[in-house]
C-alpha cells in the first residue's frame, strides 16, 4: 500500500534541493574525487527521464558511487565531515530509490547495502537532526523493496543484512514515535508501515514492541478519550508539520496520523497468531477497538478497525472472544450496519465477525464464560464477578474442574505485577474472595496453588488501593473460616 509522503519529510527535501553545494571545493578538499563529481553531475539537477537513462547506462557505477565496492569508500564515508554534502546526497539517493526500480535491485545486490547509511542514524539524538531523518527515510524506502524483491528472499546473505538493519532502523523510527510532535509521529508510522511488508519483518517489528509498538498504541487509547488523553505527550499534538485542516479526535489525535497508526496495527494483524495474546494482556485491545470503532469519524477508519479486529479474533477466538463479548462489540456491531453497507470488504469484516460472536455467544453459559476470560490470562470486571448468583452456582464447579485448573491459572494471572492493567489483580482478588466463601472445604486447596500467600503480599504491598481492598476481603474470608472452625 502506497502512502503519500510526509509532508515534513517532502519539505526539508525540496529545501535541500535548492542549497547551492561547493562541489569543486569539495574536490580541491579531496573529500570527492573528479570522477565522483562527474557521476554526480551527470544525474543532479536533470530531468527525471534523462537521470533514469543515465543511472540505467552504468547501474554498477552508480553503486560503487553510493555503496563502496571491493575496497573503496562510498561518497558517504568520502564525505562523512561535510554535512551539507551529506544532506544533499541523502536527498538524491532518496530520489534514485523512489524513481529507478532498476537500480534498487542492483543496490540490494550490494554484498552489504546499509552499511553506508546505518551509522547516521546514530549521529544525533535530536529528531529534528536531518541527517537521520532523511537516512530513515531513504533506508526504509530501500528496506520496504528489498523485503519483497525475489532476489533478497532467495539470497541468504541479503536476507542476513535485512535482519541485521530493521533493528537498529526500528530504534531510530522509535525515537520518532516517542516524539510529542505530530508531524514526527506521523513519520514514524509510514516508516514503520513500509517495513511491515513480510512476516518476518513483522516479526522484528514485535520482538522490539515495547519501543515500536506501545507508543502507537498510547496514540489510539487517546483518540479513544482513555488514558492521558489531555496529555500533550504521544497525543499528536498539532504542530508545524501537521496539515491546518487534519481536523482530530480526542486529544487533538489527527485523522490522518490514527489512520497510519491502525495501519500499522492491520498489518501487524496478520500475525494474529503471534500477536494476539500479547496485544490482549498489554493493551487490551479489544475494548480499545471497540472503543475506536464507535467514535470513528471516517469510512477508512472503521474500514481498518474492523479488519484488524476479524483477522485477530479469527486467530484468537479463546482468548479474544470473551473480551469482544464484554466490551459489547456485538451490540455495536448492530449499531454501525448502515455504516458498512456500501462498502463490500467492510460488509464481509463486519459479517464475519458478527458470525463468529453469535457462535460464541449461543455456545457458552455463564460458567462457559467465566472459564474461558480465565483461561484468556486477562481478567476485567466482566458480569460474573460481581454477581453473588453465579458464584453461589459454580463455586465449587470453578475449583474442582479438570483437577483444579481454573484455581492453577487464576494464580497464574495473579502472580504477574500487570504493571499497565492492576485491576486484573483487582479482580483476581475479588475471586479469590468469593471462591474461599462459597468453598471453604476447599481451602486448603487453594492455598496449595499458591494463592493465599499471593493474595497476602497483594494486600500488604500494592500501590492500588482497589487492589489492596479486594486483597483484604480475600483474606478476611479465610480469617472467617478459620474462626468459624
Not at 542476513?160 to 520518532?176: G, R, V, W
Not at 517495513?195 to 518476518?200: A, H, I, Q, S, V
Not at 453461589?392 to 485448573?405: F, Q, S
Request: negative net charge.
Amino acid at each position: 500500500m502506497s502512502l503519500n509522503p510526509p509532508e515534513y519529510i517532502t519539505s526539508l527535501q525540496n529545501n535541500i534541493r535548492a542549497r547551492p553545494i561547493s562541489w569543486d571545493g569539495a574536490v580541491r578538499a579531496k573529500t570527492i574525487t573528479d570522477d565522483d563529481l562527474k557521476k554526480i553531475k551527470s544525474i543532479d539537477k536533470v530531468r527525471k527521464e534523462q537521470r533514469r537513462q543515465t543511472i540505467e547506462s552504468d547501474l554498477q557505477g552508480f553503486r560503487k558511487l553510493f555503496l563502496g565496492e571491493n575496497g573503496s569508500q562510498s561518497i558517504f564515508e568520502a564525505a562523512a565531515k561535510r554535512p551539507d554534502i551529506i544532506q544533499y546526497l541523502l536527498v538524491l539517493s532518496g530520489d534514485l530509490v523512489d524513481d529507478i526500480p532498476p537500480f534498487v535491485e542492483t543496490l540490494i545486490g550490494h554484498p552489504n547495502p546499509y552499511k553506508p547509511f546505518l551509522p547516521f542514524l546514530q549521529q544525533s539524538s535530536n529528531p529534528e537532526d536531518p541527517i537521520p531523518l532523511l537516512t530513515s527515510s531513504v533506508l526504509s524506502s530501500l528496506i520496504s523493496q528489498a523485503l519483497v524483491s525475489p532476489s533478497s528472499s532467495s539470497n541468504k546473505q541479503s536476507s542476513q543484512h535485512i535482519a541485521e538493519a530493521i533493528p537498529k532502523l526500528n530504534a531510530y523510527i522509535s525515537n520518532l514515535a516517542k516524539s510529542a510532535d505530530s508531524g514526527l509521529q506521523d513519520i514514524a508510522v509510514q516508516e514503520y508501515s513500509a517495513l511491515l511488508r513480510t512476516k518476518e519483518s513483522r516479526k522484528l517489528f514485535w520482538d522490539q514492541r515495547e519501543d515500536t509498538l506501545n507508543p502507537l498504541a498510547d496514540i489510539l487509547r487517546t483518540a479513544s478519550g482513555g488514558k492521558d488523553s489531555d496529555s500533550t505527550k504521544m497525543n499528536g499534538a498539532s504542530s508545524i508539520r501537521s496539515t491546518a485542516t487534519d481536523v482530530g479526535l480526542s486529544g487533538g489525535v489527527g485523522i490522518q496520523l490514527l489512520y497510519h497508526v491502525l495501519l500499522v496495527f492491520w498489518q501487524l494483524s496478520f500475525e494474529g497468531e503471534l500477536v494476539g495474546k500479547g496485544l490482549d494482556e498489554e493493551h487490551d485491545i479489544i475494548p480499545l477497538y471497540t472503543q475506536l470503532l464507535r467514535v470513528s469519524p471516517k469510512e477508512k477508519i472503521t474500514r481498518l478497525l474492523l479488519a484488524t479486529l476479524n483477522n485477530l479474533l479469527s486467530t484468537n477466538q479463546q482468548i479474544l472472544l470473551p473480551a469482544a463479548m464484554q466490551a459489547r462489540l456485538p451490540t455495536l456491531l448492530s449499531n454501525i450496519k448502515s455504516r458498512v453497507n456500501n462498502d463490500p470488504d467492510m460488509l464481509d469484516d463486519h459479517e464475519s465477525l458478527k458470525t463468529m460472536l453469535d457462535e460464541y455467544s449461543t455456545s457458552q453459559t455463564t460458567f462457559d464464560e467465566y472459564a474461558a476470560e480465565v483461561r484468556s490470562g486477562h481478567l476485567r470486571w466482566s458480569p460474573p464477578h460481581r454477581n453473588a448468583a453465579f458464584w453461589k452456582e459454580n463455586a465449587r464447579m470453578i475449583v474442582d474442574e479438570d483437577k483444579g485448573e481454573l484455581p492453577k491459572k487464576l494464580a497464574e494471572i495473579l502472580a504477574k505485577e500487570w504493571e499497565s492493567d492492576k485491576q486484573v489483580l483487582a479482580v483476581g482478588c475479588n475471586d479469590v474472595a468469593w471462591l474461599v466463601k462459597e468453598c471453604p472445604d476447599r481451602k486448603t486447596t487453594l492455598e496449595k496453588v499458591g494463592l493465599k500467600a499471593r493474595i497476602m503480599e497483594l494486600m500488604g504491598e500494592s500501590q492500588e488501593e482497589s487492589v489492596r481492598w479486594e486483597g483484604l476481603r480475600a483474606v478476611g474470608e479465610w480469617l472467617r473460616y478459620s474462626f468459624d472452625k
